[in-house]
Nanobody, 116 residues
Framework: QVQLVESGGGLVQPGGSLRLSCAASGSIFTISLWGWYRQAPGKQRELVAT???????NYADSVKGRFAISRDNTKNTVYLQMNSLKPEDTAIYYC??????????WGQGTQVTVSS
């Protein structure tokens, strides 16, 4: 079992920055892929960024060059640095952990609102 707890969301003006955190606990050694997803009102949940255990990253086209996913192994925490935020980035952001075998794990989500 893996538990994920997101934090760091909030209200920010367009052009601003936020850093989301995902604190992981439990059988973290079983995780092969970490990810951030988001879901805006009335829309399906979509992939934002992923990070493999060896350190490869992948981003949605809409956030390339603005967002960065990283991990601090000493703190068992995955981050999503979000810069140059736009109103269309407004959504609930979810942390995700994919084990080598078994079900996906999800956090409870954190709200990000980009508005002036």
């Amino acid at each position: 079992q893996v538990q994920l707890v997101e934090s760091g969301g909030g209200l920010v003006q367009p052009g601003g920055s936020l850093r989301l955190s995902c604190a992981a606990s439990g059988s973290i050694f079983t995780i092969s892929l970490w990810g951030w997803y988001r879901q805006a009102p009335g829309k399906q949940r979509e992939l934002v960024a992923t990070l493999t255990s060896p350190g490869s990253t992948n981003y949605a086209d809409s956030v390339k060059g603005r967002f960065a996913i990283s991990r601090d192994n000493t703190k068992n925490t995955v981050y999503l640095q979000m810069n140059s935020l736009k109103p269309e980035d407004t959504a609930i952001y979810y942390c995700n952990a994919r084990p080598f075998v078994g079900i996906l794990y999800w956090g409870q989500g954190t709200q990000v609102t980009v508005s002036s």
